[in-house]
């Protein structure tokens, strides 16, 4: 017994320096990514480490490469960084990280963001190109089995078409900060309006949509609108300055989904049966949960859009009540008794 404990003590001094050893070439390789530098704080983040550990780490790195720098930054917090091209012969890519990289590309192509999954599919080229050839040989086995073993479920049925060029358009205006008319055509009517827009950002869900300040004197306030309802996108040439209060985090953790209104106070009881289920749900960024003594739980969180609750509700059936608000409470009130959730 003594030696087998000696074993597993040596086992696991080995994997506790091998992992050392990979958290320094990771922060070499930070390092010459990042193009201020890094501080201390920002190691300690990164590693979620203590100070004195982050002290470690930075000065094993400055041993091992006497090419790092101390940047000048005119700031109090020193920063340091590898120049670049120092390291890119150690740069390489798992079979885990290429994996990823091929269920983002099919993710964005199923949720109907064509124009994101062409970049990533360019991204994935630019990788492939800097790899060398016995490592992809010996990678590809595994990226294979992974995508195999790593399947994602999509929602079938139909999805919302959006113009690549609409998109581009956006993309271009929203970082040149620049005023847009888009055409805009009105879902109950049909009728394509032209609105003048200053876009912000997007939400991307089961319908996407263009998140932007509509100036009209009607309106002077930031909507959402549908990217499947734009059929044209003409970039100005007038710029806007962008609302420094306006965050799009929280604009849409305003809603359970996407349509904005007044939030409210949204409570549901799940029964004893589904409460472990509900539970490895992250409904809404405000939530919290209450175990009860009879096994339910309420789940409490502040959003708007019954329509939206009442359409996830629909799949719990009967094992979940709606406390509050009353509008959902009624909204909800005819739902059929499912098999329990797989």
């Known amino acids: 017994m003594p030696v087998l404990v000696t074993h597993l003590c040596y086992v696991r001094g080995m994997s506790l320096r091998y992992e050392k050893a990979d958290n320094l070439l990771q922060l070499a390789l930070e390092m010459q990514a990042a ?45 340091w960084r590898i120049p670049s091209g120092t390291l890119d012969r150690l740069v390489s890519f798992s079979a885990e990280e290429l994996t990823d990289l091929e269920r983002a590309i099919a993710m964005m192509a199923a949720s109907g963001q064509t124009d994101a999954a062409m970049r990533l599919k360019d991204l994935r080229t630019k990788v492939k190109t800097i790899q060398p050839a016995d490592i992809a040989r010996r990678t590809a086995p595994d990226i294979d089995a992974l995508l195999e073993a790593e399947g994602f479920a999509m929602r079938p049925g139909p999805k919302p078409r959006v113009s690549g060029d609409v998109m581009e358009g956006l993309r271009d205006a929203v970082k040149a900060c620049v005023k847009v008319r888009i055409n805009y055509r009105n879902r109950r009517n049909g009728k394509v309006n032209e609105r003048l827009v200053h876009p912000y950002g997007f ?63 949204v409570i549901w009881r799940f029964a004893p049966e589904a409460a472990s289920t509900a539970a490895e749900f992250d409904f809404h960024p405000t939530q919290q949960f209450e175990p009860q003594e009879d096994g339910s739980l309420i789940v409490r969180f502040r959003a708007a859009s019954d329509l939206e609750m009442a359409w996830h509700l629909y799949m719990w059936g009967d094992k979940v009540e709606v406390l509050a608000p009353q509008s959902l409470k009624e909204l909800a009130a005819h739902r059929p008794t499912w098999p329990a959730l797989p």
């Open 35 to 79: 193009r201020f530098g890094l501080s201390l704080q920002d190691i300690q983040e990164r590693f979620s480490i203590g100070r004195r550990t982050a002290m470690r780490m930075r000065d094993a790195v400055l041993r091992n490469f006497p090419q790092a720098e101390e940047v000048e930054t005119g700031e109090k917090t020193k920063r």
């Open 203 to 265: 939400l991307f869900g089961y319908r996407n949509y263009l998140v932007a300040y509509h100036e009209h004197p009607k309106a002077n306030d930031f909507s959402l609108f549908s990217l499947s309802n734009i059929e044209g996108v003409n970039v100005s040439n007038d710029f806007f300055e962008r609302d420094s209060e306006f965050s799009l985090a929280s604009f849409a953790a305003r809603s359970f989904g996407v349509y904005q209104s007044e939030p409210e106070d």
